[in-house]
């Protein structure tokens, strides 16, 4: 199948969700040579990914993760594809805890650094965290914290299969844009940044076609894969199975612009740092795009009926310590998880 897939890629034509599905099953399942893995991976990201060719690999990945059972929950996952190479400090990551504060289920999907200095997974550790956790202490871990971490490579085993050709490309290919998509616990809304312009909608379109049922995609015309406030943000939002697109600025919630370098942080230990001090209540521009992506979360979440809504409920849970005693406890019980 995958080299007829990759037949069909070299001519320009798409593949349709099942042959995706058929092709990327063949990678993942390991029958396929490296060869064959960077053909299939370069043909299409020449051509360019459909909604299609994306959902189906998606669905391929969601149905070989680990599984992880929170159905009854309205889970919410905060990431981004990364690849923005801005260096900021993880704002998702950061915004995680004080979704749970606020009560959200929040299940955070993430991994090392790929393209950064400091990945989701990087930061949890420098913090203290224990991210090594087996599904079921994840799922015990959302049931009694409000929040879990999970570590990719942990929950989606078969990519090691693509390991090799992937870092011998050294190019963006169609599983940095899968990576946030395929949440193994299936999360109801999500706030998910995307390096490309270009991508919210195919974005928003595919998870439609996953069964999320609210989601903001965001990508700051700065370059950020965050809501930023350097500059407008375009966010694609998919709610009651509509999909509509508006511009954001900063200055629609009252706060004013900042610069890039405002806003960067350095390695893991540094950004680990960044998040205490915002939890204690530090004034900065930090603090200002830290509010504004939990704002929106805090919408997406049901806790707050719009971004402006859910930004002054930032600033309480921050300012209570609320976020600073979810953060401390989450890491107390990863450790004794340990």
């Known amino acids: 199948m995958l080299s007829k897939a990759i037949n069909k890629l070299i001519k320009k034509e798409s593949l349709s969700e099942e042959e995706m599905i058929l092709a990327l099953d063949e990678i993942m399942e390991g029958r396929a040579t490296d060869a064959l893995v960077g053909s299939f991976l370069t043909a299409l990201t020449i051509k360019g990914e459909t909604i299609e060719e994306i959902t189906g690999g998606a669905k391929v990945m969601r149905q070989k993760a680990e599984k992880i059972n929170l159905d009854s929950l309205y889970t919410l996952d905060s990431c981004g594809t990364g690849g923005d190479m801005a260096g900021t400090f993880n704002i998702s990551t950061a915004t995680a805890f004080i979704c749970a504060a606020a009560g959200i289920p929040v299940v955070k999907h993430g991994n090392r650094s790929v393209s950064s200095k400091c990945g989701s997974a990087d930061v949890l550790e420098a913090l203290g965290a224990n991210i090594m956790l087996m599904p079921s202490e994840v799922e015990n871990c959302v049931k009694s914290q409000g929040i879990g971490f999970l570590f990719a490579p942990s929950f989606h085993k078969a990519m090691k299969n693509v390991v090799k050709p992937r870092k011998e490309l050294g190019f963006r290919t169609i599983f940095n844009i899968l990576g946030p998509l395929t949440n193994p616990a299936k999360a109801k809304t999500q706030i998910l940044g995307v390096y490309k312009e270009t991508l919210t909608e195919p974005i928003a379109r595919v998870l439609q076609n996953?069964?999320?049922?609210?989601?903001?995609?965001?990508?700051?015309?700065?370059?950020?894969?965050?809501?930023?406030?350097?500059?407008?943000?375009?966010?694609?939002?998919?709610?009651?199975?509509?999909?509509?697109?508006?511009?954001?600025?900063?200055?629609?919630?009252?706060?004013?612009?900042?610069?890039?370098?405002?806003?960067?942080?350095?390695?893991?230990?540094?950004?680990?740092?960044?998040?205490?001090?915002?939890?204690?209540?530090?004034?900065?521009?930090?603090?200002?795009?830290?509010?504004?992506?939990?704002?929106?979360?805090?919408?997406?979440?049901?806790?707050?009926?719009?971004?402006?809504?859910?930004?002054?409920?930032?600033k309480e849970i921050i300012d209570s310590g609320l976020a600073e005693r979810k953060m401390n406890d989450y890491i107390e019980f990863t450790r004794r998880l340990a």
């Open 210 to 314: 996953l069964g999320v049922e609210h989601a903001l995609v965001v990508h700051g015309m700065d370059g950020l894969d965050e809501i930023t406030i350097t500059r407008e943000t375009k966010v694609t939002e998919l709610k009651n199975n509509n999909i509509s697109t508006y511009t954001i600025s900063p200055e629609d919630f009252n706060l004013s612009r900042g610069e890039a370098k405002d806003i960067v942080g350095g390695d893991a230990e540094e950004n680990a740092n960044i998040i205490k001090e915002l939890f204690k209540g530090n004034k900065s521009k930090k603090r200002d795009i830290l509010l504004l992506n939990s704002g929106a979360a805090l919408y997406l979440g049901k806790k707050a009926n719009s971004i402006s809504e859910g930004i002054e409920m930032a």
